[in-house]
T-cell receptor, first 118, second 108 residues
Framework: GAVVSQHPSWVICKSGTSVKIECRSLDFQATTMFWYRQFPKQSLMLMATSNEGSKATYEQGVEKDKFLINHASLTLSTLTVTSAHPEDSSFYIC??????????????FGPGTRLTVT | GEDVEQSLFLSVREGDSSVINCTYTDSSSTYLYWYKQEPGAGLQLLTYIFSNMDMKQDQRLTVLLNKKDKHLSLRIADTQTGDSAIYFCAGWRGDMRFGAGTRLTVKP
């Protein structure tokens, strides 16, 4: 399968600061990447869809000014959590979509980034 | 409401077969997927099935799809302790929609 990396794997920051998480597709080009958030013992919640060269599409209820997404190249998308608060503490997982032909895509996931805001 | 529903827990003994079930509401999903998540890790794609198929087998994994009942299942043959994880089913309709996940515990 394809490889998607995330950096950092975990980060602790203070309230009010900003944190940037990187998501890279290592062996394929991804025009579309997705950012998910996962609370303990819960499923993944789609936050936004990141399209290379254009603005991200945010899901309802996700603050676009708080969760800034940039997809500047075909292999890199970044999520910046601005003015972080303790309630932003969560496991953030990115995913990259790779076309398989015939309108089919496979979606590969990064290992996740655990954010703790103190 | 939820697009995809799963039972939350399943416990089996090593060597037995595991069957994880999933129901979905949106019949427009063209592909249905099974992912595995181990503690503290991302999701690993296990297998997927196209919506016009009834069954797909891949080594120890068998996926069954009942389109009429909108029911998807994942059978793991000869379950091992390393199979202990959370299993998510997901449907694709432009983006991936996940069930809540089934926590599989394999007892030695």
């Amino acid at each position: 399968g394809a490889v998607v990396s995330q950096h950092p794997s975990w980060v602790i920051c203070k309230s009010g600061t900003s944190v940037k998480i990187e998501c890279r597709s290592l062996d394929f080009q991804a025009t579309t990447m997705f950012w998910y958030r996962q609370f303990p013992k819960q499923s993944l919640m789609l936050m936004a869809t990141s399209n290379e060269g254009s603005k991200a599409t945010y899901e309802q209820g996700v603050e676009k000014d708080k969760f800034l997404i940039n997809h500047a190249s075909l292999t890199l998308s970044t999520l910046t959590v601005t003015s972080a608060h303790p309630e932003d503490s969560s496991f953030y997982i990115c995913s990259a979509r790779r076309p398989q032909g015939s309108g089919h895509y496979e979606q590969y996931f990064g290992p996740g980034t655990r954010l703790t805001v103190t | 409401g939820e697009d995809v529903e799963q039972s939350l827990f399943l416990s089996v003994r090593e060597g037995d077969s595991s069957v994880i079930n999933c129901t979905y509401t949106d019949s427009s999903s063209t592909y249905l997927y099974w992912y595995k998540q181990e503690p503290g890790a991302g999701l690993q794609l296990l297998t997927y099935i196209f919506s016009n198929m009834d069954m797909k087998q891949d080594q120890r994994l068998t996926v069954l799809l009942n389109k009429k009942d909108k029911h998807l299942s994942l059978r793991i043959a000869d379950t091992q302790t390393g199979d202990s994880a959370i299993y998510f089913c997901a449907g694709w309709r432009g983006d991936m929609r996940f069930g809540a996940g089934t926590r599989l515990t394999v007892k030695p």
